[in-house]
């Protein structure tokens, strides 16, 4: 039947906002971006470091990096 509906693929809608969420997520709290982009591992622990030795900035580009 045709449906006057257009159908939205919600795989896309729910990666979107992740994406968003995690860009967000980058900015106010680096590490946790990096975690649920990566888990814990290398690039968590890199991204601790930066953070708290660059002064927050280097931790947040480290972030963004890795979430986009």
């Not at 509906?5 to 968003?20: G, H, L, Q, R, S």
């Not at 968590?44 to 953070?51: P, R, S």
């Amino acid at each position: 039947t045709l449906s006057p509906f257009k159908e939205i693929d919600m795989t896309t809608a729910v990666k979107n906002e992740n994406t968003v969420l995690k860009v967000i997520l980058a900015i106010l709290l680096p590490p946790l971006a990096v975690y649920m982009d990566k888990g814990v591992g290398t690039q968590f622990l890199l991204n601790i470091v930066l953070t708290l030795v660059g002064f927050w900035i280097i931790g947040i580009i480290h972030a963004l990096l890795v979430v986009l």
